[in-house]
């Protein structure tokens, strides 16, 4: 069975790139979403293993409390794709980590692989270089 994606970025032509990567190396893209009211609806309605979540959405910089929600409270694995990885510097619980924009499309399927093996509890041996990770 192939994973299922949401992205949450408010940029369209960021999104729309990012889905046609995810969805030529195989992925099921669920939604892309905007701002965080919209990935709750969409996380209520379907069941996501992977949420790919950008810092500054439409409704503001709302993506760090939605990724903690997300991660700790859905059960969602989060990892943050932002201009601004300073902003999670310190980490945020119940998120894997943060991949810097811009990046490229080895970047991005080297760092989803990372974290779906993670959430299926498959050895990982260590994680891309473009990867930051969280405690």
Do not use: C, W
Request: hydrophobic fraction near 45%; glycine fraction near 8%.
């Amino acid at each position: 069975m192939t994973a299922r994606i949401l992205i949450i970025e408010d940029e369209a032509l960021v999104a729309m790139e990012l889905r046609f990567v995810l969805e030529d190396l195989g992925y099921d893209v669920v939604a892309t979403v905007a701002d965080a009211r919209s990935a709750r609806e969409v996380v209520r309605e379907t069941e996501i293993d992977l949420a790919l979540v950008d810092i500054h959405l439409s409704d503001g910089p709302t993506g760090v409390a939605l990724g903690r929600e997300l991660g700790q409270d859905l059960g969602v694995s989060v990892l943050f794709m932002t201009a601004n990885p300073g902003m999670v510097r310190e980490g945020v619980a119940g998120t894997i980590g943060v991949l810097s924009k811009p990046t490229d499309e080895r970047a991005v399927q080297k760092s989803v692989d990372y974290a779906l093996r993670r959430r299926q509890g498959q050895p990982v041996l260590y994680a891309p270089p473009e990867l930051q990770l969280f405690g």
